[in-house]
């Protein structure tokens, strides 16, 4: 299904961990929105940056590097999750060189663009979009997907504290997507979202 859309439409994505960003976000481009995906461009970053990964070690030390040179992502998660001070130095790196990303995507002719950003409301980004969208799942969902992806009980409870709560999130978005049902029923809210609104 493609969505013939006048003009230059930008759209914030969030939620919380383990709410199904990513699977929105990609029926968005199955739409032929033009998406961006901050934690994957993260993922690039420390992948193929090289600026950034010394900028990382010289930051958290030789203990997140792997020995093939890459970040080694399991350690870095485990020092910055346990400190907010950490945290906000890991940030620092990589936030500006992301939102440089997506804010050059949105000041280019792409049509509409659809950019998910995980701490969008916590970084007052909000204005910067046309529409934010929430997606939403109850804490026993969001818990059981987290541990299917090997996540334990207390490494999700400190990715949640690093966030505002979804109620807060979903109060401050212009629409909501619950995804506690089949992957169908979140892209029909994806497909009537955009008819009803653009």
């Given at each position: 299904?493609?969505?013939?859309?006048?003009?230059?439409?930008?759209?914030?994505?969030?939620?919380?961990?383990?709410?199904?960003?990513?699977?929105?976000?990609?029926?968005?481009?199955?739409?032929?929105?033009?998406?961006?995906?901050?934690?994957?461009?993260?993922?690039?970053?420390?992948?193929?940056?090289?600026?950034?990964?010394?900028?990382?070690?010289?930051?958290?030390?030789?203990?997140?590097?792997?020995?093939?040179?890459?970040?080694?992502?399991?350690?870095?998660?485990?020092?910055?999750?346990?400190?907010?001070?950490?945290?906000?130095?890991?940030?620092?790196?990589?936030?500006?060189?992301?939102?440089?990303?997506?804010?050059?995507?949105?000041?280019?002719?792409?049509?509409?663009?659809?950019?998910?950003?995980?701490?969008?409301?916590?970084?007052?980004?909000?204005?910067?979009?046309?529409?934010?969208?929430?997606?939403?799942?109850?804490?026993?969902?969001?818990?059981?997907?987290?541990?299917?992806?090997?996540?334990s009980l207390s490494q999700i409870?400190?990715?949640?504290s690093r966030q505002w709560p979804?109620?807060r999130k979903m109060e401050s978005?212009?629409?909501?997507?619950?995804?506690?049902?089949?992957?169908?029923?979140?892209?029909?809210?994806?497909?009537?979202?955009?008819?009803?609104?653009?």
């Open positions: 299904m493609d969505f013939a859309l006048p003009g230059v439409r930008r759209i914030g994505l969030t939620g919380g961990i383990g709410c199904g960003k990513s699977t929105a976000l990609a029926y968005f481009g199955d739409c032929g929105a033009t998406t961006f995906e901050a934690d994957a461009e993260v993922r690039r970053l420390l992948r193929e940056d090289a600026g950034v990964r010394e900028a990382v070690v010289a930051a958290f030390g030789e203990p997140v590097r792997a020995p093939d040179g890459a970040i080694d992502r399991a350690a870095l998660a485990h020092i910055v999750f346990h400190s907010a001070s950490q945290l906000a130095r890991l940030e620092a790196i990589l936030h500006p060189r992301v939102r440089k990303a997506w804010q050059d995507l949105l000041e280019s002719p792409k049509g509409w663009v659809v950019v998910e950003i995980p701490l969008l409301f916590e970084n007052d980004l909000q204005s910067l979009f046309d529409c934010t969208i929430c997606l939403f799942v109850g804490q026993k969902t969001q818990t059981t997907r987290l541990r299917d992806r090997g996540l409870e400190l990715r949640r979804l109620a978005a212009d629409t909501v997507f619950v995804n506690e049902g089949s992957t169908d029923h979140l892209r029909s809210q994806v497909e009537d979202f955009l008819k009803l609104s653009l």
